[in-house]
Protein backbone atom coordinates (compact mmCIF):
# COMPACT_ATOMS: atom_id res chain seq x y z
CA UNK A 1 0.00 0.00 0.00
CA UNK A 2 1.36 3.36 -1.12
CA UNK A 3 1.96 5.80 1.56
CA UNK A 4 0.98 9.69 1.97
CA UNK A 5 2.84 11.28 -1.12
CA UNK A 6 3.73 14.96 -1.04
CA UNK A 7 4.93 17.25 -3.98
CA UNK A 8 6.94 19.21 -4.29
CA UNK A 9 9.87 18.00 -2.06
CA UNK A 10 11.40 21.23 -1.95
CA UNK A 11 10.40 25.08 -3.05
CA UNK A 12 12.17 28.02 -2.77
CA UNK A 13 9.86 31.42 -2.97
CA UNK A 14 10.30 34.78 -2.80
CA UNK A 15 8.79 37.09 -0.32
CA UNK A 16 4.70 38.47 -1.88
CA UNK A 17 4.45 35.36 -3.63
CA UNK A 18 1.88 32.23 -3.47
CA UNK A 19 2.68 28.67 -3.23
CA UNK A 20 0.29 25.27 -3.64
CA UNK A 21 1.16 22.23 -2.12
CA UNK A 22 0.13 18.80 -2.76
CA UNK A 23 -1.07 15.55 -0.75
CA UNK A 24 -2.25 12.31 -1.46
CA UNK A 25 -3.28 10.49 0.73
CA UNK A 26 -3.16 7.06 1.34
CA UNK A 27 -5.74 4.54 -0.53
CA UNK A 28 -9.13 4.70 1.25
CA UNK A 29 -8.18 7.36 3.89
CA UNK A 30 -10.94 9.88 3.53
CA UNK A 31 -9.36 12.59 6.79
CA UNK A 32 -6.41 15.19 5.36
CA UNK A 33 -4.68 17.12 7.85
CA UNK A 34 -1.78 19.47 7.27
CA UNK A 35 0.92 20.70 9.74
CA UNK A 36 3.45 23.47 9.68
CA UNK A 37 6.64 22.24 11.55
CA UNK A 38 9.43 25.09 12.26
CA UNK A 39 12.13 24.87 14.84
CA UNK A 40 11.00 26.65 17.71
CA UNK A 41 7.19 26.00 17.33
CA UNK A 42 7.44 21.80 16.61
CA UNK A 43 4.72 20.75 14.91
CA UNK A 44 1.35 23.26 14.61
CA UNK A 45 -2.39 22.10 13.10
CA UNK A 46 -3.10 23.88 10.10
CA UNK A 47 -6.17 22.29 9.24
CA UNK A 48 -8.41 18.96 8.37
CA UNK A 49 -10.02 17.60 5.51
CA UNK A 50 -12.53 15.40 5.26
CA UNK A 51 -14.81 14.42 2.85
CA UNK A 52 -13.92 17.71 0.98
CA UNK A 53 -14.79 19.59 3.86
CA UNK A 54 -12.80 21.56 6.30
CA UNK A 55 -13.59 20.08 9.54
CA UNK A 56 -10.90 21.73 11.74
CA UNK A 57 -8.80 24.38 11.59
CA UNK A 58 -5.80 25.83 13.48
CA UNK A 59 -4.81 29.26 15.03
CA UNK A 60 -3.16 30.45 11.43
CA UNK A 61 -4.26 33.56 9.01
CA UNK A 62 -6.38 33.71 6.46
CA UNK A 63 -3.26 33.50 3.87
CA UNK A 64 -3.26 29.88 4.74
CA UNK A 65 -5.68 28.10 2.95
CA UNK A 66 -6.76 24.24 1.89
CA UNK A 67 -9.17 22.19 -0.32
CA UNK A 68 -9.86 18.76 -0.70
CA UNK A 69 -11.28 17.00 -4.01
CA UNK A 70 -13.57 14.31 -4.48
CA UNK A 71 -10.47 11.63 -4.98
CA UNK A 72 -9.10 12.70 -1.32
CA UNK A 73 -6.38 14.50 -2.26
CA UNK A 74 -5.55 17.70 -0.87
CA UNK A 75 -3.95 21.19 -2.03
CA UNK A 76 -2.55 24.01 0.52
CA UNK A 77 -2.17 27.17 -0.59
CA UNK A 78 -0.53 30.02 1.23
CA UNK A 79 -0.71 33.16 -0.16
CA UNK A 80 1.79 36.44 0.48
CA UNK A 81 4.47 34.72 1.87
CA UNK A 82 6.16 35.81 4.68
CA UNK A 83 9.82 34.66 5.49
CA UNK A 84 8.39 33.60 8.49
CA UNK A 85 6.42 30.80 6.51
CA UNK A 86 9.90 28.67 5.93
CA UNK A 87 8.57 25.74 7.11
CA UNK A 88 8.32 21.69 6.92
CA UNK A 89 5.07 21.31 5.58
CA UNK A 90 3.40 18.20 6.44
CA UNK A 91 0.46 16.31 5.42
CA UNK A 92 -1.20 13.05 7.53
CA UNK A 93 -4.28 11.07 6.43
CA UNK A 94 -5.58 9.04 8.55
CA UNK A 95 -8.69 6.44 8.28
CA UNK A 96 -11.99 7.02 10.13
CA UNK A 97 -11.67 4.11 12.39
CA UNK A 98 -7.88 4.53 12.98
CA UNK A 99 -6.89 7.60 15.17
CA UNK A 100 -3.44 7.30 14.05
CA UNK A 101 -2.39 9.59 11.22
CA UNK A 102 0.74 8.54 8.92
CA UNK A 103 2.83 11.52 7.64
CA UNK A 104 4.34 11.85 4.33
CA UNK A 105 7.89 13.00 3.72
CA UNK A 106 6.82 16.73 3.97
CA UNK A 107 7.75 19.70 1.63
CA UNK A 108 10.40 21.78 2.76
CA UNK A 109 9.15 25.85 1.95
CA UNK A 110 12.19 28.49 2.17
CA UNK A 111 11.19 31.33 1.32
CA UNK A 112 13.77 34.41 0.62
CA UNK B 1 -0.66 27.87 26.07
CA UNK B 2 0.65 24.40 25.42
CA UNK B 3 -1.70 21.61 25.59
CA UNK B 4 0.67 18.90 25.43
CA UNK B 5 4.45 19.57 26.73
CA UNK B 6 7.50 17.81 26.21
CA UNK B 7 9.95 19.19 29.21
CA UNK B 8 12.90 17.51 27.91
CA UNK B 9 14.33 19.35 24.87
CA UNK B 10 17.31 16.29 24.65
CA UNK B 11 18.14 13.18 26.19
CA UNK B 12 21.44 10.80 26.04
CA UNK B 13 21.37 7.05 27.12
CA UNK B 14 23.67 4.60 26.87
CA UNK B 15 22.92 1.22 24.11
CA UNK B 16 21.37 -1.38 25.63
CA UNK B 17 19.90 1.29 28.94
CA UNK B 18 16.60 2.24 29.05
CA UNK B 19 15.34 4.99 26.97
CA UNK B 20 12.41 7.07 29.54
CA UNK B 21 10.80 9.82 27.45
CA UNK B 22 7.79 12.42 29.23
CA UNK B 23 5.00 13.74 28.16
CA UNK B 24 2.34 16.33 30.32
CA UNK B 25 -1.00 17.43 29.01
CA UNK B 26 -3.52 20.06 30.36
CA UNK B 27 -6.88 18.91 28.59
CA UNK B 28 -8.97 16.51 30.22
CA UNK B 29 -10.55 16.00 27.39
CA UNK B 30 -7.85 14.02 25.48
CA UNK B 31 -8.79 10.70 25.41
CA UNK B 32 -6.19 9.25 22.54
CA UNK B 33 -2.27 9.63 22.77
CA UNK B 34 -0.02 8.72 20.37
CA UNK B 35 3.96 8.50 20.03
CA UNK B 36 6.16 9.51 16.28
CA UNK B 37 9.73 9.61 15.53
CA UNK B 38 11.14 11.75 13.37
CA UNK B 39 14.31 11.60 11.69
CA UNK B 40 15.45 14.92 9.98
CA UNK B 41 14.00 16.03 6.65
CA UNK B 42 11.77 12.94 7.00
CA UNK B 43 7.63 12.89 8.27
CA UNK B 44 7.30 11.86 11.86
CA UNK B 45 6.55 8.28 11.61
CA UNK B 46 3.66 6.67 13.68
CA UNK B 47 5.35 4.37 16.86
CA UNK B 48 2.76 3.41 19.00
CA UNK B 49 -0.63 4.48 20.79
CA UNK B 50 -2.65 4.58 23.93
CA UNK B 51 -5.85 4.78 24.39
CA UNK B 52 -7.38 6.82 28.01
CA UNK B 53 -9.40 3.29 28.92
CA UNK B 54 -5.94 1.79 29.46
CA UNK B 55 -2.86 2.83 31.37
CA UNK B 56 0.00 0.21 29.58
CA UNK B 57 0.33 -0.72 26.07
CA UNK B 58 3.34 -2.75 24.76
CA UNK B 59 4.65 -3.19 21.53
CA UNK B 60 8.21 -4.78 21.16
CA UNK B 61 11.24 -2.71 22.67
CA UNK B 62 8.41 -0.07 23.05
CA UNK B 63 6.06 0.72 26.49
CA UNK B 64 3.66 4.11 26.45
CA UNK B 65 2.51 4.06 30.19
CA UNK B 66 -0.90 6.38 30.80
CA UNK B 67 -1.06 8.17 34.09
CA UNK B 68 -4.32 10.06 33.69
CA UNK B 69 -4.69 11.33 37.43
CA UNK B 70 -1.11 12.85 36.79
CA UNK B 71 -2.24 13.64 33.23
CA UNK B 72 1.42 12.53 32.26
CA UNK B 73 2.35 9.89 29.78
CA UNK B 74 5.95 8.06 28.89
CA UNK B 75 7.63 6.27 26.54
CA UNK B 76 10.01 3.60 27.56
CA UNK B 77 12.38 2.09 25.03
CA UNK B 78 14.10 -1.12 26.23
CA UNK B 79 16.72 -1.67 25.34
CA UNK B 80 17.83 1.43 23.44
CA UNK B 81 19.66 1.20 19.89
CA UNK B 82 21.57 3.74 18.45
CA UNK B 83 19.51 3.27 15.42
CA UNK B 84 16.49 4.60 18.12
CA UNK B 85 18.04 8.19 17.84
CA UNK B 86 15.81 11.25 16.52
CA UNK B 87 13.18 13.51 17.89
CA UNK B 88 10.25 12.24 19.58
CA UNK B 89 7.29 13.84 19.57
CA UNK B 90 4.27 13.27 21.66
CA UNK B 91 0.85 13.75 20.52
CA UNK B 92 -2.55 13.79 21.75
CA UNK B 93 -6.47 14.12 20.32
CA UNK B 94 -10.03 14.18 21.98
CA UNK B 95 -13.48 13.13 20.86
CA UNK B 96 -15.42 16.34 19.65
CA UNK B 97 -18.38 16.55 17.96
CA UNK B 98 -18.97 12.78 17.08
CA UNK B 99 -15.23 12.88 15.20
CA UNK B 100 -11.75 12.51 16.48
CA UNK B 101 -10.28 15.84 16.36
CA UNK B 102 -6.58 16.68 15.20
CA UNK B 103 -3.20 15.89 16.78
CA UNK B 104 -1.37 18.35 19.35
CA UNK B 105 1.93 17.51 19.68
CA UNK B 106 4.38 18.33 21.81
CA UNK B 107 7.66 20.06 20.54
CA UNK B 108 9.66 16.54 20.76
CA UNK B 109 12.48 15.29 22.89
CA UNK B 110 16.13 14.46 20.71
CA UNK B 111 17.18 11.42 21.94
CA UNK B 112 20.82 10.00 21.23
CA UNK B 113 21.75 6.96 22.27
CA UNK B 114 25.12 6.41 21.97
CA UNK B 115 27.37 2.92 21.27
Known amino acids: KAGVTQTPRYLIKTRGQQVTLSCSPISGHRSVSWYQQTPGQGLQFLFEYFSETQRNKGNFPGRFSGRQFSNSRSEMNVSTLELGDSALYLC???????????FGQGTRLTVV | DQQVKQNSPSLSVQEGRISILNCDYTNSMFDYFLWYKKYPAEGPTFLIS?????DKNEDGRFTVFLNKSAKHLSLHIVPSQPGDSAVYFCAASGYYGGSQGNLIFGKGTKLSVKP
Open chain 1, 92 to 102: ASSSPRNTEAF
Open chain 2, 50 to 54: ISSIK
